[in-house]
T-cell receptor, first 114, second 118 residues
């Protein structure tokens, strides 16, 4: 098991373009989370899935953002019509079962919108 | 006011020093208190966590929670240059009924940048 994998690690795009990030969680983890982290700040919760069901979305997740987790395995986060304010590190995390909410994070996908 | 406040530092200490990192929070429903460490251009990695009030020790690290004052601390003894990183407190409301919306949702502090110099 290689942990949580995210791809691409860095994406540079022009304003108005669409981008998609992929996350492969730890295989036995049934919960998957997306967080966003801007420079000098802690990660902020965006959304989470239990298996294939998206159970919560933050109000930070505007209608330009969509996340999916088909078949409860990998997840994608798509940002449409990117804006410069979308520039951030997008972190994926996964966890299993009940209790302490021990999240394992991936290395993140850094987005730069020019 | 943010739900979790953390002094961003930066904090610079000599090797071997005792480091104290602190957070305050406002949500009384927080039950789990996590500490993550984040190296530059990496994702956060879990250091340790506590449940409710009290202390927990793991090697050179001690986590302390005082729910009455809503105060979270992480102490690092005999600090090493390899401890240089950003430290993030991340409390959580903890598990709820199946499908509960608070489940697994961490609220991170801003992070404290720590540098331990030889």
């Amino acid at each position: 098991d290689t942990g949580v994998s995210q791809d691409p690690r860095h994406k540079i795009t022009k304003r108005g373009q669409n981008v998609t990030f992929r996350c492969d969680p730890i295989s036995e983890h049934n919960r998957l989370y997306w967080y966003r982290q801007t420079l000098g700040q802690g990660p902020e919760f965006l959304t989470y899935f239990q298996n294939e069901a998206q159970l919560e979305k933050s109000r930070l997740l505007s209608d330009r953002f969509s996340a999916e987790r088909p078949k409860g395995s990998f997840s994608t986060l798509e940002i449409q019509r990117t804006e410069q304010g979308d520039s951030a590190m997008y972190l994926c995390a996964s966890s299993w079962g009940h209790g302490a909410n021990v999240l394992t994070f991936g290395a993140g996908s850094r987005l730069t919108v020019l | 006011q943010k739900e979790v406040e953390q002094d961003p530092g930066p904090l610079s200490v000599p090797e071997g020093a005792i480091v104290s990192l602190n957070c305050t929070y406002s949500n009384s429903a927080f039950q789990y208190f996590m500490w993550y460490r984040q190296y530059s251009r990496k994702g956060p990695e879990l250091l340790m966590y506590t449940y409710s009030s009290g202390n927990k020790e793991d090697g050179r690290f001690t986590a302390q929670v005082d729910k009455s004052s809503k105060y979270i601390s992480l102490f690092i003894r005999d600090s090493q240059p390899s401890d240089s990183a950003t430290y993030l407190c991340a409390p959580s409301e903890g598990s709820s009924n199946a499908g509960g919306t608070s489940y697994g949702k961490l609220t991170f502090g801003q992070g404290t940048i720590l540098t331990v110099h030889p």
